[in-house]
């Protein structure tokens, strides 16, 4: 527990992400990486120095046998208001607009949804779940289909919302956030998505674990070079 919640403090402390006195929604999904977010933001708040408040927010998109229990029952416990907002995001993407490959759509309908949901709460900032993995996956996903370099940074500023978006779980890998979730018995959501597995991000998944099977120092080497290459916003 204290190794995430550390790795979480660094994060916060390196790119200067929370300021006193911010309102900051956390965008939970009820996935395994939005609910350590969630438990680590609350046990930060207790005893960091500058003084923030968290607000727990999950999109229902609308796909059929969806249970946010556990979100709330988390929620109860850490004594964290919590939001659900409401939005046919599902029915836009698969049975208005038919997408075959919905992920783009579906995360660009997500962060608006979210982003005016923090607004309307009086947040500031909202905090993102990505993790380490998620940092390296989207280097080589714009590598290898966009053939850019470039991955999302530590702490955005979107003016036209005037709100910021941080990613304190930067710093810990996917392996460490199963670990956390299995050690304390946090419940997840399950998402039917009929996408889950099938996408691009899966498939640099794949060509990551079998790379580490050859070079264990895989991960920790690309996700050094992007610090070191400076890309936007990874300036500490």
């Given at each position: ?14 790119y200067?992400?929370i300021?006193?006195?911010?309102r ?9 990486d ?32 969806m ?15 919590f ?5 046919n ?61 470039h ?21 810990s ?12 018995n946090?419940e ?19 060509l ?11 991960k ?12 936007d916003?990874?300036?500490?």
């Amino acid at each position: 527990m204290k190794k995430i919640l550390a790795q979480v403090r660094k994060a916060v402390q390196d790119y200067d992400m929370i300021s006193e006195g911010d309102r900051i929604a956390i965008g939970v999904s009820g996935g395994k990486d939005s609910m350590t977010l969630l438990e680590n933001m609350a046990r930060l708040m207790c005893f960091y120095p500058k003084h923030f408040e968290i607000h727990a927010v999950t999109l229902d998109m609308g796909l059929e046998n969806m249970d946010f229990t556990p979100i709330s029952k988390l929620c109860a416990q850490l004594d964290i208001p919590f939001t659900l907002e409401r939005t046919n995001i599902a029915k836009i993407i698969f049975d208005i607009r038919k997408e075959p490959n919905p992920c783009s759509m579906c995360a660009n309908l997500r962060r608006g949804a979210l982003h005016n949901a923090a607004i309307s709460l009086g947040c500031n900032k909202v905090a993102l779940a990505h993790n380490m993995d998620d940092v390296i996956e989207t280097l080589l996903l714009s590598t290898f289909y966009e053939g850019r370099l470039h991955t999302f940074s530590p702490v955005t500023y979107l003016d036209r919302k005037n709100i910021y978006l941080i990613r304190p779980l930067i710093y810990s890998t996917e392996k460490e956030i199963k670990a956390f979730v299995k050690e304390n018995n946090i419940e997840i959501v399950h998402n039917p998505c009929k996408a889950n597995g099938n996408t691009k991000r899966q498939v640099i998944k794949d060509l990551i674990f079998e790379m580490s099977k050859q070079n264990k120092f895989i991960k920790s080497n690309i996700f050094g070079a992007i610090k070191r290459a400076c890309l936007d916003g990874w300036h500490e």
